[in-house]
């Protein structure tokens, strides 16, 4: 079912290689201006305008319901905007839908590897749905299955990896067909500290490497402040600041980042107003986390 799932959400058709406007005209890599999405009466993103440049590790940082999700899902194609403008990799999402989507690789907060495929068989089934010419998708599927640190369990299947083995899995999956640009929506929720640490070191030695742009959220603060060169934080669907973790820290006269998020954006506790899927979101991650 995660298979057909997966399927669906991509329908990706098979060409390789996309030309890029934005790698020649140094413009950023993804672009938003006045973006804006309503869900009925609930104004979820009011309107924010941000840029990330090519190469950056990007932090998108905001409280539940804030509005992160509902941004990406408009960068990936996977929803509609309200209004407002997306130029991602230089294309945009409503009119040029494949490129974009062959632009980017996304790690997504729930697991979506296929447990009853092997690793191999689940790189495989990518690699085909976005026409990856076989030679190179073998090639590529090798080198990451290094690169992640699980070679030698290649033909094992996924249902006996933990649950740090599956996230390393899904970047190296969202990697496979040379995007520029990886989304990872709360990649390490449920994770131990140790993975968590071995998972973002994958993620900027991959920024490094093949200098892939890396748009992140996390609820883990000190996470951010390590891996991230620049954060936007957004509250109730607006943009309130943005900088590296030190301008932030200044602008706030506070110490760490944790401290600088909460002066921005309050104590009060957002699950009380949160939605009926929020409230069910919130659930399952705590039946998950046990
Ligand atoms: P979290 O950290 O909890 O994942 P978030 O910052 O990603 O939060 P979003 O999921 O983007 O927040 O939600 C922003 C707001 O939009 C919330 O009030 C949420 O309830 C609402 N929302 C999101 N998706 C829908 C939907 N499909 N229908 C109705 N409201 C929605």
Redesign the pocket.
Do not use: W
């Given at each position: 079912m995660i298979v057909i799932r997966h399927m669906a959400q991509s329908r990706i058709r098979p060409h390789f290689m996309t030309h890029n406007p934005s790698s020649s005209s140094g413009a950023p890599i993804v672009s938003v201006t006045d973006l804006k999405?309503s869900?009925?009466d609930?104004a979820?993103?009011k309107g924010i305008t941000f840029s990330v440049q090519p190469g950056e590790i990007f932090a998108f940082l905001?409280?539940?319901?804030?509005?992160?999700?509902?941004?990406?899902?408009m960068l990936t194609t996977l929803l509609r905007p309200t209004s407002g403008e997306i130029r991602v990799n230089g294309f945009d999402p409503l009119i040029d839908q494949d490129k974009v989507r062959k632009s980017f690789g996304i790690v997504f907060?729930d697991p979506s590897t296929d447990d009853e495929l092997t690793a191999w068989e689940n790189l495989e089934l990518h690699g085909i749905l976005y026409g990856v010419p076989t030679k190179i998708r073998r090639e590529r599927m090798k080198e990451l299955m290094e690169i992640i640190g699980l070679a030698d369990r290649t033909n094992d299947l996924v249902k006996h990896f933990s649950g740090g083995m599956k996230r390393r899995l899904e970047i190296a999956r969202g990697l496979l067909h040379h995007p520029k640009i990886l989304f990872l929506?709360?990649p390490t929720i449920g994770l131990d500290p140790q993975t968590r640490n071995h998972l973002w070191s994958y993620v900027t030695d991959l920024n490094k490497k093949e200098n892939i742009t890396v748009f992140l959220?996390t609820?883990y603060m000190e996470e951010a402040d390590k891996v991230a060169t620049r954060i936007a934080v957004?509250d109730h669907?607006t943009i309130v600041a943005s900088g590296s973790s030190a301008e932030l820290k200044e602008q706030t006269k506070t110490q760490s980042l944790e401290d600088a998020f909460l002066a921005l954006t309050g104590n009060t506790i957002?699950d009380e107003?949160?939605?009926a899927?929020?409230q069910m979101?919130?659930h399952s991650r705590m039946f998950r986390k046990r």
């Open positions: 999405k869900f009925g609930i979820a993103v905001g409280p539940n319901g804030a509005g992160k999700t509902t941004t990406i899902k907060q929506d709360e959220t609820h957004i669907g957002r107003s949160a939605s899927i929020d979101r919130i």
